[in-house]
Each structure stands twice: as structure tokens, then as C-alpha cells.
């Protein structure tokens, strides 16, 4: 598993780009030893390994999620996938989702826009209180309150993003967190411990991901002001400015899964990450992939909701929610501005480690 020096940790969790079209220069897989994974690089072996659950699957116990919250639909694959995935599916079609949740999502994004004043942190102060709401919503947990649920999904992912970059044991937070969701959760009607994970994976999906999506498209726009300026004179492309926002930086940066045969150069029993974030800058799909065009064509082709049998359950209330956020905070704070630079960062789960905003105009 030599060759070429392969990026650190920090590089990876800090900006990891560049370090992804040295490697791809490579070829489409490479062994990155800070990993100990072999990390796939462009968007046609993405889809391979994603498509194909019998070579790579998730069902392992060295799945991180699996270890923080037990077994689920993110950590099974086959029949037993469907089984689990099944109950959560038809309340998340799209056309449900439009109906159930858009008088909701506006009203709440109109809330929490109508109160970010200069200095406000987008982040925090409106993509993760927005989607905290819906996924609590969504849930059944409004009677605990968003504070406490947030509180829970920092544990959950933080634990997630600590087995990933190779501790051995779920930090406490973690735990504590996931038993005081599991009551609430029985507290809320579900009935087993087989709900309660896959109700866990749903929370800290809709909020990690919608939160970083959120936050990472208004990045995008606000450091990019012909683009914010273009989405502003022509609203009709903010979709696709959203796609692409996704496709330049997603919120679930990476996906694994453990070969269960040799596939070359990868051998049985080997962990695989899916590196969303290269494919989704493949030079062979994306002409100019670095850069954030609104206009871009084929920005649909990212790959940021995965693909295949685990492609995201969600992905409808995120968009919705996206689209919603960009339109209301963008009505109605016309002259945002960020207030500093804070590019996404993160090795898992990438987004702003804040995102603070200042308005030309107060009164705006």
C-alpha cells in the first residue's frame, strides 16, 4: 500500500481539495494511511462501490454510526435494510414532504431571519435552529425543545467524527447523548430499540446535513458576489445555485463502507471512503470544478445524497428547507455581507465553523 506521501488529518479536515487532485492524478482509489482507509477519488467508482452493497456494505462493526447509535438503516444492507428503512420511507417521498412541511419551514425560517441582527452567526443562529425545528417536528419531539435536541446532535456527531479519525471507544458525551435521545424517543411513541436508532440516524442526518447545506450554500454566495448578485437578479436559478453549493462542498463530505472480497487494488475486509466531496470535483464530469457558477449545467450530478440503496431519505425535506432558507434570508436581508472568512471545514461532516454576517444597513 505504498507510493506517493498521502495527506494528514489536518489537511483532510481542513481543506482537503487540492490533496484530492494529487491523488486522482493517481487513479480513481488510493491508501490513505491517516485513514487507514482506501479513499475513492472520482464520481464513476463512487457510483460502483455505492450500487454495489454485496462488495462494499455497511453492515460492519467497525461502522462508526452503528457504534454510537446501534444497528440501523444506515448500518445494514439487503433485506434487512428494507425492512428497517421501510416504515421511515413514505412520510419522506417528496410529494409528502412538500405538503406536511413547507407551511412549517417557512414560518420558522421567517422567524429566525426576521431576528439575526449584525454579528449573527448563520450557522447557528439559522441553518441549525431551523433544521433542529423541522427534524424535531418530524420527530415528534417538540415537547423537548430545540436547545435540548441540538445539544444531543453535537454529541452524536461528535462521537461519529471521534471514531472516524481513529479513537476506540464512543466518548461519554456521545453516549450520554444517545441515551437521553433514546428516552425521549420512547417518551414520543417508539416503541423498540430498532426505532429509536433509525429514528437517531434520521435527527442527526436532518440536522448535520440540512445545517451544513444550509449554511454552505449561503458561504458560497456570500463569498462569491457576482454569483450572490446573479441569484439575486434572476431568483429562478437559486436551485441550482443550491445544487451547486452541494456539489462544491457537501455536508457529508465522506462514506464508508468494508469490502467483503477483494476488488483491485482493494482487498477483503479493507474499509472503503467514498470521498463525496472528489467525486463531486471529478475533472472527468465538472469542467472548472473548483469554481461556484450558478449557471452550471450539470451541478445535479454531485453526488452529495449518496446513491444506491442508502442514497439519503431526506434529501427532499433538505432541499425544501435549503430553498426556503436562502429565499427568506436573502428577502429579507438584502444587504448581507460576511463579516469574515470562514470556509468549511471538517473531516466527516463539513461546513463553517461559523458564519457571521453583517447587514450595509441596519435597519435592512
Known amino acids: 500500500m505504498g507510493g506517493a506521501p498521502t495527506p494528514a488529518l489536518a489537511e483532510l479536515e481542513r481543506d ?22 482506501w479513499l475513492v477519488l472520482t464520481r464513476e467508482r463512487a457510483l460502483g462501490v455505492m450500487r454495489d452493497d454485496a462488495t462494499f456494505t455497511v453492515d460492519d462493526p467497525r461502522f462508526t454510526t452503528g457504534r454510537v447509535v446501534g444497528p440501523s438503516m444506515l448500518t445494514l444492507d439487503g433485506a434487512e435494510h428494507a425492512r428497517h428503512r421501510e416504515p421511515f420511507a413514505r412520510p419522506f417521498r417528496r410529494a409528502a414532504v412538500l405538503e406536511r412541511f413547507t407551511p412549517l419551514v417557512e414560518a420558522e425560517a421567517a422567524r429566525l431571519a ?11 443562529g439559522f441553518a441549525g435552529p431551523l433544521a433542529a425545528a423541522i427534524v424535531t417536528h418530524a420527530l415528534g419531539l417538540q415537547a423537548v425543545g430545540v436547545e435540548r435536541v441540538l445539544g444531543w446532535y453535537d454529541g452524536i456527531v461528535g462521537a461519529v467524527t471521534d471514531l472516524t479519525a481513529g479513537r476506540e471507544d464512543v466518548p461519554p458525551a456521545g453516549a450520554a447523548a444517545f441515551a437521553a435521545l433514546r428516552e425521549a424517543l420512547f417518551e414520543a411513541g417508539f416503541g423498540d430499540d430498532e426505532a429509536v ?4 440516524v434520521l435527527l442527526f442526518g436532518g440536522i448535520e446535513t440540512t445545517e451544513g447545506m444550509i449554511a454552505n450554500a449561503l458561504w458560497h454566495l456570500l463569498t462569491n458576489p457576482d454569483q450572490l448578485a446573479l441569484v439575486r437578479a434572476e431568483p429562478e436559478l437559486l436551485p441550482n445555485a443550491v445544487e451547486e453549493s452541494l456539489r462544491l462542498e457537501p455536508a457529508a463530505a465522506t462514506i464508508d463502507r468494508y469490502a467483503t472480497r477483494d476488488a483491485d487494488p482493494i482487498r477483503a475486509g479493507d474499509l472503503v471512503s467514498v470521498s463525496i466531496a472528489a467525486a463531486n470535483r471529478d475533472p472527468a464530469v ?5 469554481r461556484f457558477d450558478a449557471r452550471r ?16 431519505l431526506g434529501m427532499h425535506l433538505a432541499r425544501l428547507e435549503a430553498h426556503v432558507a436562502l429565499r427568506v434570508v436573502l428577502a429579507r436581508r438584502p444587504r448581507l455581507l460576511a463579516a469574515e472568512e470562514a470556509a468549511p471545514r471538517g473531516l466527516v461532516f463539513r461546513k463553517p465553523p461559523a458564519l457571521r454576517v453583517d447587514f450595509e444597513d441596519a435597519n435592512a
Open 297 to 312: 449545467a450539470n451541478a445535479k450530478l454531485h453526488l452529495a445524497f449518496a446513491h444506491g440503496p442508502h442514497v439519503c
Open 197 to 200: 436508532s433509525n429514528a437517531a
Open 286 to 290: 465538472f469542467a472548472d470544478p473548483d
Open 114 to 124: 426576521a431576528g439575526l441582527r449584525p454579528g449573527a452567526d448563520l450557522r447557528r
Open 16 to 37: 482537503p481539495h487540492a490533496a484530492f487532485a494529487r491523488l486522482r492524478e493517481q487513479g480513481p482509489v488510493a491508501w490513505v494511511e491517516a485513514l487507514g482507509a
